[in-house]
């Protein structure tokens, strides 16, 4: 079934450690997004790349870096954990710039 | 800045009521409008969204309004259901920055 996937579900993390999320998808979407959502504070976007090999800055970037190889992938790395990023991480993409966006399952991230 | 601003927080409504949810944002030159629903644990999903050159739009028993002058959208749910409890997030897509911005959510509540 085509869509998005996230890996890993859940994942508790010491602080300063660095962690890659991993995102997929097969519908050759050309733009990928990565959100966070907080309680009360909705979705916030923190990198986008509207093709592969190109990225931007998002709302709330500070503290993640991400990459886009090729098409499929869109990984997002905390390069050293704190407990501010503790959130649960949305994976989106769309087929275009400015076309809806499709979600993957999220990953829930504690810092501790 | 870029912002959308979404109304209210929280909605508890009769079955069978209908429930509104309003929207409005900063950028003139957006001109597109997602809605997304989104379960308890579960990812945000597409239920409804409208591009700018229309002023409504109707799916069921889900229709979006829009009114470009005074930079607002709203949600409209008829008939409600028990199904239909969870949080809904409105987005407006910025132009000017090439990114989708959500509201902070509303959270839903139908009464059987």
């Known amino acids: 079934i085509a869509g998005i996937t996230q890996a890993p579900t859940s994942q508790i993390l010491a602080a300063g450690r660095r962690m890659t999320l991993r995102c997929t998808q097969d519908?050759?979407?050309?733009?990928m997004y990565w959100y966070r959502q907080d309680l009360g504070l909705g979705l916030r976007l923190i990198h986008y790349?509207?093709?592969?090999?190109?990225?931007g800055k998002g709302e709330v970037p500070d503290g993640y870096s991400v990459s886009r190889a090729n098409t499929d992938d869109f990984p997002l790395t905390l390069a050293s954990a704190v407990p501010s990023q503790t959130s649960v991480y949305f994976c989106?993409?769309?087929?275009?710039?400015?076309?809806?966006?499709?979600f993957g399952d999220g990953t829930r991230l504690s810092i501790l | 800045g870029e912002n959308v601003e979404q109304h209210p927080s929280t909605l508890s409504v009769q079955e069978g009521d209908s429930a509104v949810i309003k929207c409005t944002y900063s950028?003139?030159?957006?001109?597109?409008f997602p809605w997304y629903k989104q379960e308890l644990g579960k990812r945000p999903q597409l239920i409804i969204d409208?591009?700018?050159?229309?002023g409504e739009k109707k799916d069921q028993r889900i229709a979006v309004t829009l009114n470009k002058t005074a930079k607002h959208f709203s949600l409209h749910i008829t008939e409600t259901q028990p199904e239909d409890s969870a949080v809904y997030f409105c987005a407006a897509f910025m132009d000017s920055s090439y990114k989708l911005i959500f509201g902070s959510g509303t959270r839903l509540l139908v009464r059987p």
């Open positions: 790349s509207n093709t592969a090999g190109t990225t």
């Open positions: 409208i591009r700018s050159n229309v």
């Open positions: 989106a993409s769309s087929r275009d710039v400015g076309q809806p966006q499709h």
């Open positions: 519908m050759r979407h050309n733009a």
């Open positions: 950028d003139s030159a957006s001109n597109y």
